[in-house]
């Protein structure tokens, strides 16, 4: 997919769906006006991330048929509104992906001991995936460790999942024998994740570097930057486990790769706001109706 002019400095770290970037713009804008967004608004605000109407329309299906978006007409006029499910999602992620706490490492660490049945693969595979994207590492078959401070996190997602059934949850600390320094390289893909951080970096620091300067570009441009920048940002809080720092590689581009998403966020939020209010409140646009507020 193409970048727009203002990110031509660097380019995305990898081709994004357009869907990513709807779930994106719903995120940010369309829980604050009732869930809802007008199908011409969202056609509008993709346009200015250079996706076409075509692979708008087939996202939205793809959304459709995951649960996510509900289509519904307001006051005649036809969009799409967030499902409970995408709303807790959304609610979900909100801590994790703008203020993640990273551990002490006094605080020690929480341990994930589950057995599933054969015959229950599927939740097998839902109870792995949701230890992942909380950011759990293996250190071995039915053995997951995570940093302590994620425990109330953890807590809340097996049961809203209903998983709680499989899994046994400890508090531990690591006495012998191993240097946990080394260890924790082999229980998370540290290099891979460094590597991310790095795609992120080299994408989004050209376009600080020119949101720094007086020429950046209007609300049209911040919007365009914001919702490339938090799309490519958001799933590296749920593959980082918020490690102690004395247990991370030397100059690791997690600390200077937050610092860079948030001084992003805190220049680009307000105008990408303005730009994303225009477009669903024009008269002409078929917005978000009055009434939704």
């Not at 346009?47 to 959304?63: C, F, H, M, T, Y």
């Not at 302590?148 to 709680?164: A, G, I, N």
């Amino acid at each position: 997919m193409t970048t727009p002019s203002s990110a031509t400095e660097g380019s995305e770290p990898r081709s994004t769906q357009p869907r990513a970037f709807i779930v994106t713009i719903y995120g940010l804008y369309a829980r604050e006006v009732g869930g809802w967004i007008s199908v011409s608004a969202l056609i509008r605000l993709m346009g200015q991330l250079k996706i076409d109407e075509p692979s708008v329309r087939s996202a939205i299906s793809r959304l459709k048929r995951r649960g996510l978006l509900e289509a519904r007409k307001v006051n005649g006029t036809a969009g799409y509104g967030l499902s409970q499910q995408a709303r807790e999602i959304l609610d979900e992620g909100d801590q994790r992906i703008f203020g993640r706490q990273r551990a002490e490492l006094a605080d020690g660490w929480l341990l994930a001991i589950f057995s599933v049945p054969e015959s229950q693969r599927q939740q097998r595979h839902v109870l792995r995936s949701r230890l992942s994207w909380l950011g759990f590492g293996t250190t071995a078959s039915g053995v997951w460790i995570a940093p302590r401070h994620l425990y109330e996190e953890t807590h809340e997602v097996l049961e809203r999942y209903e998983l709680s059934g499989y899994v046994d949850l400890f508090q531990a600390d690591y006495l012998a024998f191993g240097d946990v320094t080394e260890l924790v390289g082999q229980w998370w893909d540290l290099e891979g994740l460094q590597r991310l951080y790095d795609e992120f970096l080299s994408s989004f620091g050209p376009v600080l570097d020119r949101w720094r300067r007086s020429d950046a570009g209007g609300d049209a441009e911040a919007f365009g930057d914001y919702v490339r920048a938090l799309t490519a940002w958001r799933r590296l809080p749920f593959l980082d486990p918020g490690l102690p720092p004395e247990l991370l590689p030397r100059d690791w581009y997690g600390v200077r790769a937050a610092e860079l998403f948030h001084e992003l966020k805190h220049r680009l939020t307000e105008p990408a706001h303005r730009f994303t209010s225009s477009v669903i409140d024009e008269p002409g646009g078929h917005g978000v109706a009055a009434g939704q507020r």
